[in-house]
């Protein structure tokens, strides 16, 4: 999936940013929570705006639930719908 590629180049980039230790084998399945990433609320609301500020869009609440944001691949789906609608 070459568009997820791209974008998760970009994510991996803000989750390090961000210190978390990420996993080998990151992929669209790759949990962005506590039992995943490691991400809280807080973390994930600074990963939307850091993608907000990096892909230079405005995300907005329609879509955005908690199955969009579980893991990485829902995210990149999300984000890609964003940039696209």
Do not use: N, W
């Not at 994930?44 to 892909?55: G, M, N, S, T």
């Not at 199955?67 to 691949?73: K, Q, V």
Request: proline share 4%.
């Amino acid at each position: 999936m070459k568009g997820f590629d791209l974008l998760e180049d970009c994510l991996r980039d803000i989750l390090e940013g961000m210190g978390l230790p990420l996993p080998s084998d990151l992929g669209p399945a790759t949990v962005l929570g506590e039992d995943g990433v490691g991400l809280d609320s807080v973390g994930i609301l600074q990963l939307l705006l850091a993608v907000e500020a990096r892909a230079g869009i405005r995300l907005r609440d329609e879509g955005l639930t908690t199955e969009a944001i579980l893991t990485l691949g829902g995210l990149a789906d999300y984000v890609a719908a964003q940039q696209h609608g």
